[in-house]
């Protein structure tokens, strides 16, 4: 199995920029319709742009995922035959990189946990969708410089870590969180956090050296406004709270800054998820003067703690 890409599909790009993007912008209504009509015609880009609208949930529909992974093999020039790939060499790197995703998370992990049935994986072993992905993920890298497709080669060889000597250069998950994390992809960013915690937590090795990495790690993601991040840093400078991931907790009460906490709750709310719920919560319970004498401001964040998380929204209203 040889995984290539020729370069070819930067026509399409070209071609979907100025057809599409050039004239109704990236993300308008008119936009993703014409999208759809170009990735209709075989355009490469304009298949993986269509892909990303159906992956992210941005066209309401059911089976998104299953109806979004051929795209991606077509805009890739994919396609499978039991473990076996085929590759045409014309198609766009970024698409690898989604192929090895579903590939490594389908129906185990991250939003991919409950995919609808996808025949191509279900045809692989795991060791075959490891070892699938890995190629995939490199040949993204051949291309274009991804972070994302760093994250998914560490997240490989940790789980299979013999898989590690088929790379160019000798790396362990680790060094590949590092790299993706530096690159400034926030999900590496948080599970380097969440094992600094682990460690702040346990009490062991240098504790001012782990708490500044994971200060450093939820600074690069709280900055980029991913909304977990950012709140549990604010909560962080708040009342000083890490947390391991198994719940256990440590309050270190010397890096309290309520400037800061505010700053992240504030973060948190900007690109919103469901975890942004909780900054809202937290700014009402850590900055209730705020509110005190604006009750427009206080009911329009609870209607945003409703709207994004109602389990959250039954504790505000013990506040």
Avoid at 17 to 33: D, L, Q
Avoid at 49 to 73: E, G, H, T, V
């Amino acid at each position: 199995m040889r995984i290539t890409c020729n370069n070819t599909y930067r026509v399409d790009e070209e071609i979907l920029n100025e057809t599409v993007f050039e004239k109704y912008g990236y993300s308008s209504p008119s936009a993703e319709r014409e999208i759809i009509c170009l990735a209709q015609t075989g355009n490469k880009a304009a298949l993986k742009s269509y892909a990303d609208l159906l992956f992210y949930r941005k066209i309401p529909c059911r089976n998104n995922y299953s109806k979004a992974f051929p795209m991606y093999c077509q805009s890739a020039g994919i396609s499978f035959n039991g473990s076996e790939i085929t590759c045409t060499g014309d198609g766009t790197p970024l698409s690898f990189y989604f192929i090895g995703y579903y590939l490594v998370n389908y129906k185990c992990e991250s939003i991919l946990k409950k995919c609808e049935t996808i025949d191509e994986i279900e045809n692989m072993t795991r060791q075959e969708r490891l070892s699938c992905a890995l190629d995939l993920a490199l040949a993204t890298l051949s291309a274009i410089r991804s972070p994302a497709a760093v994250n998914l080669i560490g997240r490989i060889i940790d789980e299979a870590p013999a898989l590690a000597a088929r790379l160019d250069e000798p790396a362990t998950s680790e060094d590949c969180f590092d790299e993706a994390a530096e690159g400034g992809y926030v999900y590496a960013c948080n599970n380097l956090a969440a094992k600094e915690a682990d460690i702040i937590v346990r009490g062991a090795g240098d504790i001012n050296e782990h708490v500044n990495s994971f200060i450093h790690y939820l600074t690069i993601s709280a900055d980029r406004y991913e909304p977990y991040a950012a709140n549990r840093l604010g909560l962080f400078y708040m009342t000083g709270e890490v947390r391991s991931s198994s719940g256990d907790k440590v309050y270190l009460h010397d890096y309290i800054n309520i400037t800061f906490a505010k700053k992240y709750f504030k973060k948190a709310t900007v690109y919103p998820d469901t975890n942004s719920a909780w900054a809202y919560f937290n700014l009402i319970k850590y900055f209730h003067k705020d509110y005190d004498t604006n009750i427009e401001l206080l009911n329009e964040h609870m209607d945003c703690i409703k709207e994004l998380n109602p389990a959250v929204y039954d504790i505000a209203m013990e506040l």
